[in-house]
């Protein structure tokens, strides 16, 4: 099993910005691809973007030109950069993680972290 624990969450106006940080380990041999996923109240979870071992990435469109994930293969660390943020970006966000474990595979989620804009 994979440990993921998120970071960086909290309360901002619109327009400003927040980094969130997730930091995988447990039993890793290797991790194919990392990404962050949101869940508002009354909403179903949805992916905002992910990152795979290789550095190809995939955006939410509503999030494309805005936020910005990274990767810190090394360190087994994604970070979401969140810029201009909006109201609409509330909601809990999810680190997930995919890969190869000891001889098994993993998929698994952090416990998230909340972020909340104010208009």
């Known amino acids: 099993q994979v440990q993921l624990v998120e970071s960086g969450g909290g309360l901002v106006q619109a327009g400003e910005s927040l980094r969130l940080s997730c930091a995988a380990s447990?039993?890793?041999?290797?991790?194919?691809?990392m990404g962050w996923y949101r869940q508002a109240p009354g909403k179903e979870r949805e992916l905002v973007a992910s990152?795979?071992?290789?550095?190809?990435?995939n955006y939410a469109d509503s999030v494309k030109g805005r936020f910005t994930i990274s990767r810190n293969n090394a360190k087994d660390m994604v970070y979401l950069q969140m810029n201009s943020l909006k109201p609409e970006d509330t909601a809990v966000y999810y680190c997930?993680?995919?890969?190869?474990?000891?001889?098994?595979?993993?998929?698994?989620w952090g416990q998230g972290t909340q972020v909340t804009v104010s208009s």
């Open positions: 997930n993680a995919w890969g190869v474990g000891v001889m098994t595979t993993f998929d698994d």
């Open positions: 447990g039993s890793i041999d290797s991790i194919h691809g």
């Open positions: 990152i795979k071992s290789g550095g190809n990435t």
